[in-house]
């Protein structure tokens, strides 16, 4: 990091309390600050998009990702539990494994689509 940086990142740290920011490489920065009873980090790119938020809400966090790609790995298992999941793609939604893929509902189970495969 350069010194005028630095030296940038001092400036507003101590000018502003409530909102930190670093600068990484390839011109993103990374952000911590205080949005009304809410604490927020984000990554954002160059251009300023979020490429990750996450949302210190009362509730709980909640996290906000964009990106060309995501990969979840496991070596054991990935599960979600929620009251609701949707699934939404604009081309093939696959959903392929050597294994196993189980679904679980305590209530209906809907599947859309123009040509459904089942078996």
Do not use: F
Request: avoid cysteine; proline fraction near 1%.
């Amino acid at each position: 990091m350069s010194a005028k940086s630095k030296e940038q990142l001092k400036l507003q740290t101590e000018e502003a309390s409530d909102r930190r920011e670093v600068y990484l490489r390839e011109g993103r920065t990374l952000t911590v600050e205080t949005s009304g009873s809410d604490e927020l980090v984000e990554v954002r790119s160059s251009s300023g998009q979020v490429e990750l938020r996450i949302r210190l809400t009362e509730e709980g966090p909640v996290l906000q990702m964009e990106s060309a790609r995501l990969e979840l790995k496991a070596t054991e298992a990935v599960e979600i539990q929620s009251r609701r999941i949707e699934l939404k793609a604009t081309e093939t939604l696959q959903l392929s494994s050597d294994n196993e893929v189980k679904v679980d509902a305590d209530g209906e189970v809907r599947v859309n689509g123009k040509m459904i495969y089942l078996n």
